[in-house]
Nanobody, 117 residues
Framework: QVQLVESGGGLVQAGGSLRLSCAATGSGGSINMGAWYRQAPGKQRELVAHITSGVSTFYAESVKARFTISGDNSKNTLYLQMNSLKPEDTGIYYC???????????WGQGTQVTVSS
């Protein structure tokens, strides 16, 4: 049974930093594709960052140069380093992962990020 366990969210002042983690447990294998989404109150879930094969990355325009997505295959963990946080970064952050050899995308339970002004 594959499970994604997220951690690292919290309350931070504007300009601060947080590092989100998404640890994959179970028999999923190695991560092929990882992504972070966020959902602000009253808004639709949006893609924040995406990484494929540990190399190719994509960032939403609103987070470019501030956020960095990465993965550690030895720990089967996906990360999102968030710097220079802004109040508009507030929301629930979800990780989304696909493993090598699988066509199924798994979701984490979400972690709350709140940035105060």
């Amino acid at each position: 049974q594959v499970q994604l366990v997220e951690s690292g969210g919290g309350l931070v002042q504007a300009g601060g930093s947080l590092r989100l983690s998404c640890a994959a447990t179970g028999s999923g294998g190695s991560i092929n594709m990882g992504a972070w989404y966020r959902q602000a109150p009253g808004k639709q879930r949006e893609l924040v960052a995406h990484i494929t094969s540990g190399v190719s990355t994509f960032y939403a325009e609103s987070v470019k140069a501030r956020f960095t997505i990465s993965g550690d295959n030895s720990k089967n963990t996906l990360y999102l380093q968030m710097n220079s946080l802004k109040p508009e970064d507030t929301g629930i952050y979800y990780c989304n992962v696909k493993f090598w050899g699988s066509a199924y995308y798994y979701w984490g339970q979400g972690t709350q990020v709140t940035v105060s002004s």
